[in-house]
């Protein structure tokens, strides 16, 4: 049975070594001696996790959510929800990977410090909830998080007339002063830089005074499935959001109810183990996966295809087969840029030119993402060069060498794939996984069929 070390009560992701998962130093990232026959389940999704974390400390009444992930973003989250006033508990479950939790909600009070880590769910979507609650919330995270863009959350904040006080930096670390209270009205946004301002202001918006008219104003609106997904699970729990053009959306005022909820598994950490079939050859299984989705990994049965791969779905599960040959792409994932990493990784082990662009936002991810990955991928002797908003990989031979990960799960992972090919890829710090999927280490060599080797 796997477990995550994050779903034991006495784990701190901010304690020492001890309490971390037991690898230290480079990862020699394992290249693949045959073709793969793996079958796998994977834990749930941090996405959703996260939501109905939100979503249940603000509801009416408590709420259960079974086989919800635990990582160290949604161990932030329930930190955090806790210190404002929440209750959360664990209590046995049928998955593997960790206990469920049962959410009561509490009386909002501030008072106190939010650590963000690195997660944006977390610095984004709790604002607008401190904003309702009794007296300051000062929000702050790793240096990392320092650099990542939150002026649209304080500006939003500040027009909705909450107090913020952020000394002009537009980033962490900021304080809430909130009084109890949001009137909510009309708000104007730019979120080019990340769907999850919208997200943010979405799931508090009920509990405001009159409710929120929101616009987008601004060049484009990446991954925007996250914010269907976001309008799903309000809808779930008794809030209509309506939507008469793109980039508008409007919240009446109201409750949100308690409810069970299963989480699915997240389907953008499937990326680089279905990857694995195309690269190894072979296939990769992965069991569990919801016969409907607002998740962007469920795209990957269709992208997958165009390097090649062949998909088949029975039910609830899902298989993706490979020959080892990689065909190249021209791939636009405006609405994807979270799994750019594992397919730009991919591309670079393809047999011809790729482009994969629309992902320009992925800049202000936990990295910048585009960078990183043509600094990698040409530090191991490919050719990848940055476009405006996008990367060019092209075929290249490429050699063993160590992986930075710049802080960042996707890159970690990325690196993983590329290693299955590449012999002498080490990662710098596989640590960087339990982010959102502290188990991907020991998953990894299970697909390998080296399971005990790690």
């Known amino acids: 049975m796997l477990r995550s070390p994050y779903s034991r009560p006495e784990f701190n992701p901010y304690g020492d070594d001890s309490s971390e998962p037991e690898v230290s130093g480079p990862w020699n ?22 939501r109905e974390l939100v979503l249940s400390a603000l509801a009416v009444e408590p709420s259960t959510l079974r086989a919800p992930l635990h990582s160290r973003d949604t161990n932030l989250m329930v930190e955090a929800l806790r210190s404002l006033g929440t209750t959360i508990v664990e209590q046995p479950g049928e998955s593997p990977f960790g206990s469920d939790w049962i959410v009561t909600p509490g009386e909002l009070t501030g008072s106190t410090t939010i650590d963000c880590g690195l997660a944006g769910t977390v610095m984004r979507f709790l604002p607008p909830v401190a904003a309702l609650a009794l007296g300051p919330t000062t929000f702050d995270g790793d240096v990392a998080a320092r ?18 006080a952020d000394e002009g930096r537009g980033a962490l670390p900021f304080t809430v002063h909130g009084s109890g209270r949001v009137s909510g009205g009309e708000l104007t946004v730019d979120a080019s830089r990340s769907s999850q301002f919208v997200s943010g202001l979405l799931l508090a918006a009920a509990r405001f005074e009159n409710g929120l008219d929101l616009t987008h104003d601004g060049e484009r609106l990446p991954s925007l499935p996250h914010i269907e997904m976001t309008i799903e699970t309000l809808a779930q729990r008794g809030v209509a959001v309506t939507s008469d053009r793109p980039g508008h959306w409007r919240v009446h005022p109201g409750t949100l109810d308690g409810r069970i909820v299963d989480i699915e598994p997240d389907l953008s950490n499937a990326g680089p183990f279905l990857i694995a079939a195309l690269v190894a050859g072979g296939s990769v299984t992965i069991t569990g996966w919801p016969e409907a989705t607002t998740q962007v990994g469920n795209d990957l049965l269709e992208i997958l295809p165009l390097f090649g791969g062949a998909v088949t779905r029975r039910g609830t599960t899902v298989t993706v087969s490979g020959t080892g040959n990689i065909s190249a792409v021209s791939l636009d994932l405006t609405t994807g840029g979270e799994l750019a990493p594992a397919l730009v990784a991919l591309a670079s082990l393809a047999d011809g030119t790729s482009e994969i662009t629309g992902i320009g936002h992925i800049r202000h991810h936990e990295t910048d993402r585009l960078a990183a990955l043509v600094a990698e991928i040409n530090g191991l002797g490919g050719r990848a060069t940055e476009l405006p908003d996008g990367i060019r990989v092209e075929p ?43 188990e991907f280490p020991e998953l990894w060599l299970h697909m390998l069929g080296l399971a005990g080797e790690a």
């Open 29 to 50: 990232a394992p290249s693949a001696t045959r073709p793969l026959d793996a079958s796998l389940s994977l834990p749930g999704s941090k996405s959703l996790t996260n």
């Open 147 to 164: 650099k990542r863009p939150m002026n649209v959350t304080v500006t939003s904040l500040r027009d909705l007339g909450v107090d913020v």
């Open 396 to 438: 290249a031979t490429l050699h063993g060498g160590l992986w930075h990960t710049y802080e960042d799960h996707r890159m970690a992972t990325a690196g993983a794939i590329i290693g299955l090919r590449i012999t002498g890829v080490e990662i710098e710090d596989i640590r960087t996984t339990s982010k959102t999927l502290p």
